[in-house]
């Protein structure tokens, strides 16, 4: 991601001044602005039709993957009395983030300020933005309208904040939810948006790699997902019921909408069509297809039978991993990234999760936490080209890694801290958790007042 052009009207402040100089200096001037008119033609930006489509396209595809991509592949893998809470929450998640994203959002994260931790609030409620308003791409020279832009970050955000849910679904009050959401976009997400893929940004100026989001995205929603389900403590009956997944049917119809999805949210982070995007676009199809093939052998080799929910777990498993490095690796480099990830989501999910004990409903931090931080750091060796990378401009592989590593703590530790205190601060003024009736009975009913299937 790169910092917005900014153009400006100067006319007015330019005619005052050429005018107020003797007749001698206004002949050289006219004279030097001649000779310069033909080289600043040749670099007034240009918007290109091609690159617009392909981020309109993008967006719409990222936005898929949310509705019904994620909501499907979540409501799948709980019980059926909350099917709809976890379709509910999706939606008005999605919406509550994209009204926050105009009012404050864009700004915070993309804003004039000249600041390493947020960009202020000069753009709020998208003040100055208009049809003449233009983003830089990635080629000097090219331009695409700032609304697309921003609708195409915008849907990054409502992503992230819905895909924390999951750790501790089927026991969380909607309102409370609705209100740590609104908290924590503004004070987590933007924030580290802004440090990550602002050119003012603090993990920007470090030159740490995150192509589409692997530390804004999944390390954030990983942690905030880990810290929630910690604080929040374990459904009823964990442990001790069924809380197999209802429908297997829909969660792998919501994984193959994620899969469809993610190339709008891999090949689109290049922000124009060309080589790049392709390149993202292919290791979006490798990395996946690695990790589902290692999750399904080691469950083979580890169970002696392949699952379903296996096979979707390592195919998220790969979107993930790959999402910091989809622009820098090689095809192969991806596909090693990608099983290397997935064995280890499969060690922390299968086991990790159970010896600490806690309750991830929907192994939120197990895959996209872990995932994640396994994408960032490896990021700094598939891009090196002795793996088919794109290399690192001169930097070495190892300092490479140590930027990256510093990426992944700072994004670790703001979350995680920041995130507790919100937790805390929601649950000591409106609750966190239905009551324990209410949580038996299914907040289908209890908080929306509706089934998912009439019986």
Same mark, same amino acid.
């Given at each position: 991601?790169?910092?917005?052009?900014?153009?400006?009207?100067?006319?007015?402040?330019?005619?005052?001044?050429?005018?107020?100089?003797?007749?001698?200096?206004?002949?050289?001037?006219?004279?030097?602005?001649?000779?310069?008119?033909?080289?600043?033609?040749?670099?007034?930006?240009?918007?290109?039709?091609?690159?617009?489509?392909?981020?309109?396209?993008?967006?719409?595809?990222?936005?898929?993957?949310?509705?019904?991509?994620?909501?499907?592949?979540?409501?799948?893998?709980?019980?059926?009395?909350?099917?709809?809470?976890?379709?509910?929450?999706?939606?008005?998640?999605?919406?509550?983030?994209?009204?926050?994203?105009?009012?404050?959002?864009?700004?915070?994260?993309?804003?004039?300020?000249?600041?390493?931790?947020?960009?202020?609030?000069?753009?709020?409620?998208?003040?100055?933005?208009?049809?003449?308003?233009?983003?830089?791409?990635?080629?000097?020279?090219?331009?695409?309208?700032?609304?697309?832009?921003?609708?195409?970050?915008?849907?990054?955000?409502?992503?992230?904040?819905?895909?924390?849910?999951?750790?501790?679904?089927?026991?969380?009050?909607?309102?409370?939810?609705?209100?740590?959401?609104?908290?924590? !976009?503004? #004070? @987590?997400?933007?924030?580290? =948006?802004? $440090?990550?893929?602002?050119?003012? *940004? +603090?993990?920007? &100026?470090?030159? %740490?790699?995150?192509?589409?989001?692997?530390?804004?995205?999944?390390?954030?929603?990983?942690?905030?997902?880990?810290?929630?389900?910690?604080?929040?403590?374990?459904?009823?009956?964990?442990?001790?019921?069924?809380?197999?997944?209802?429908?297997?049917?829909?969660?792998?119809?919501?994984?193959?909408?994620?899969?469809?999805?993610?190339?709008?949210?891999?090949?689109?982070?290049?922000?124009?069509?060309?080589?790049?995007?392709?390149?993202?676009?292919?290791?979006?199809?490798?990395?996946?297809?690695?990790?589902?093939?290692?999750?399904?052998? !080691?469950? #083979? @080799?580890?169970?002696?039978? =392949?699952? $379903?929910?296996?096979?979707?777990? *390592? +195919?998220?498993? &790969?979107?993930? %991993?790959?999402?910091?490095?989809?622009?820098?690796?090689?095809?192969?480099?991806?596909?090693?990234?990608?099983?290397?990830?997935?064995?280890?989501?499969?060690?922390?999910?299968?086991?990790?999760?159970?010896?600490?004990?806690?309750?991830?409903?929907?192994?939120?931090?197990?895959?996209?936490?872990?995932?994640?931080?396994?994408?960032?750091?490896?990021?700094?060796?598939?891009?090196?080209?002795?793996?088919?990378?794109?290399?690192?401009?001169?930097?070495?592989?190892?300092?490479?890694?140590?930027?990256?590593?510093?990426?992944?703590?700072?994004?670790? #530790?703001?979350?995680?801290?920041?995130?507790?205190?919100?937790?805390?601060?929601?649950?000591?003024?409106? &609750?966190?958790?239905?009551?324990?009736?209410?949580?038996?009975?299914?907040?289908?009913?209890?908080?929306?007042?509706?089934?998912?299937?009439?019986?």
């Amino acid at each position: 991601m790169m910092k917005l052009a900014k153009y400006s009207g100067l006319g007015a402040l330019a005619a005052s001044l050429f005018a107020s100089l003797p007749a001698w200096a206004q002949d050289a001037a006219a004279e030097t602005t001649e000779a310069a008119a033909d080289v600043v033609a040749e670099v007034v930006p240009v918007m290109d039709k091609g690159d617009t489509a392909f981020m309109m396209i993008s967006t719409v595809l990222v936005l898929f993957m949310i509705l019904p991509g994620l909501a499907l592949f979540y409501g799948g893998l709980v019980r059926t009395k909350n099917m709809l809470s976890l379709l509910m929450q999706s939606t008005v998640i999605t919406a509550l983030v994209i009204v926050i994203y105009v009012f404050w959002g864009y700004s915070m994260a993309f804003g004039d300020a000249p600041s390493p931790y947020w960009g202020g609030l000069g753009k709020a409620f998208l003040s100055g933005v208009t049809l003449e308003s233009m983003a830089a791409t990635f080629s000097a020279g090219f331009v695409i309208p700032e609304f697309v832009f921003i609708s195409f970050q915008m849907t990054f955000a409502c992503i992230t904040a819905v895909l924390i849910v999951g750790a501790f679904a089927e026991r969380i009050k909607f309102g409370s939810l609705l209100v740590f959401v609104a908290l924590w !976009v503004t #004070i @987590v997400y933007f924030p580290i =948006a802004h $440090m990550v893929w602002d050119s003012d *940004g +603090l993990i920007y &100026g470090w030159g %740490a790699l995150d192509f589409a989001g692997g530390t804004v995205v999944h390390i954030n929603a990983g942690i905030a997902a880990l810290v929630g389900c910690l604080i929040i403590g374990k459904r009823v009956g964990y442990g001790k019921d069924n809380m197999a997944p209802h429908s297997m049917t829909l969660t792998m119809v919501g994984a193959s909408m994620l899969w469809v999805g993610w190339f709008g949210f891999n090949a689109g982070s290049n922000l124009e069509a060309n080589g790049g995007a392709g390149l993202a676009m292919i290791n979006t199809f490798t990395a996946t297809a690695g990790a589902t093939l290692a999750w399904v052998l !080691v469950e #083979i @080799v580890a169970r002696g039978k =392949a699952s $379903m929910l296996g096979a979707v777990s *390592g +195919l998220v498993t &790969g979107l993930v %991993a790959v999402t910091p490095a989809a622009g820098f690796a090689g095809p192969v480099g991806a596909i090693v990234l990608g099983a290397v990830a997935s064995v280890a989501c499969y060690f922390f999910v299968s086991t990790v999760k159970h010896r600490l004990n806690y309750d991830d409903s929907l192994d939120v931090f197990g895959i996209h936490g872990v995932a994640g931080i396994i994408g960032a750091i490896g990021t700094a060796v598939v891009n090196d080209p002795s793996m088919g990378g794109i290399g690192y401009g001169g930097a070495a592989m190892g300092t490479q890694i140590m930027v990256q590593i510093q990426a992944v703590l700072v994004t670790i #530790i703001w979350c995680g801290v920041v995130s507790a205190v919100l937790y805390y601060a929601v649950n000591a003024v409106m &609750g966190l958790r239905v009551k324990e009736e209410q949580e038996r009975e299914g907040l289908d009913l209890t908080s929306h007042g509706e089934r998912a299937y009439n019986m």
